[in-house]
């Protein structure tokens, strides 16, 4: 268990009524929670700017399958890259449209390439890596 420190944060008064509203929205009944998943999150994006740090991630595309060669480019690239895919969900959204979610893990570089060859394939109509380090996520000492 880690061991707690208080400490104090002034704050414009406009900023900190806004932060409140901002929260409550989200659904936290505290600023502290509030502030610890803020500076997580800060963390955990500067921990996967680094090349060789090992991420994991989710690619999240929507495309329609009867776009010319697409569904065997998606194929391709992910067998290319086998090392960095671990999972693949796929839903058939309605008779043209597809939802795929690739789970990856590795280096951020190479997840990041295959992220943006995935998302930039023509044909894919959007497309979003979300990154993330379980390590800086709960390392005391991040
Ligand atoms: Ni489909």
Request: with cysteine.
């Amino acid at each position: 268990m880690a061991v707690l420190s208080r400490i104090g944060v002034a704050l414009d008064s406009e900023l900190l009524r806004r932060f409140d509203r901002f929260i409550a929205r989200q659904g936290y009944t505290n600023r502290s929670e509030a502030f610890r998943d803020l500076i997580r999150d800060k963390l955990v994006g500067a921990a996967v700017e680094a090349p060789d740090a090992p991420v994991v991630g989710t690619v999240t595309l929507i495309y329609d399958h009867h776009t010319r060669l697409l569904p065997e480019k998606l194929m391709n690239l992910q067998h290319e890259y086998h090392d960095v895919v671990i999972a693949t969900t796929h839903a058939h959204l309605d008779h043209d449209t597809c939802l795929e979610v690739i789970v990856l893990k590795g280096t951020s570089k190479r997840v990041r390439r295959l992220a943006d060859l995935l998302v930039g394939a023509k044909g894919v109509s959007h497309g979003r890596l979300v990154l993330s380090s379980p390590a800086a996520a709960l390392s005391q000492t991040a």
